[in-house]
Structures are given as C-alpha cells and as structure tokens.
C-alpha cells in the first residue's frame, strides 16, 4: 500500500512540475486560432518556424518571453504542419479588445 502511494505522490509531482514548465506565465494569452486575435493588433514574430519535438514547454516559454519584450498580451501560435511538430509565433496587443470578442477556438494554457 505505502508502494502505491509514492508512485501517486511521484506522479502527481510529475505532473505539477511538467504543468509549471509550460504555462507562459500570468498575462500572456496562448491562442491557435488567427480569428481569435483578429480584434488585437499585430505586434511582431517572436519566434520563426519552430520545433516542439522537446515539448510544447520549451518553445511556448521563449515565445511568451518575446511577447513580453516586444509589449504583446497575447501569443498567436501558428501550426505550421498538420501535427504541431513546427509553430512560429506572433505577438499580439490585444489590451482593447471589442465586448463582442468572441473565441473561435479553446484557450491553449488556462490561468
């Protein structure tokens, strides 16, 4: 029983750990969808075409920190082949968006 319980208590730190990698931090918005930046302004890219073969964690972390250098609020993730394998990411000022914003797609990283 006391087995058990470690392999629970080691995989639950696991996943704590892992979902801490990979959050952008506080205010930074991850979208995969153009429609639901098309209210927001376009900053710049932040990262060109890029590798997630090390995990999403990685790449979304460098992008958001070129979201925060450039002044953006959000991180559009473009798919650049049909399996995530590759993204490039765009900053985007969305500070103002209409009250009408509407999601086309579910948030990447929730708060």
Known sequence: MAGVMMKFVAAAGAAVALSACSHPG???QVWD???DV???RKVAEVSPPTSTAGGF???VQGMAAGVRAVGGT???LRRDRHDWSVTTGY???C???PGSHRHY???IVKD
């Open 91 to 93: 900053a985007y000022d």
């Open 95 to 97: 500070s103002k968006p």
């Open 105 to 107: 797609s579910r948030k």
């Open 38 to 40: 098309r209210h927001c």
């Open 57 to 59: 964690g990685p790449a």
């Open 33 to 35: 969808h153009p429609l």
């Open 74 to 76: 959000d991180l559009y």
């Open 26 to 28: 506080p205010g930074i």
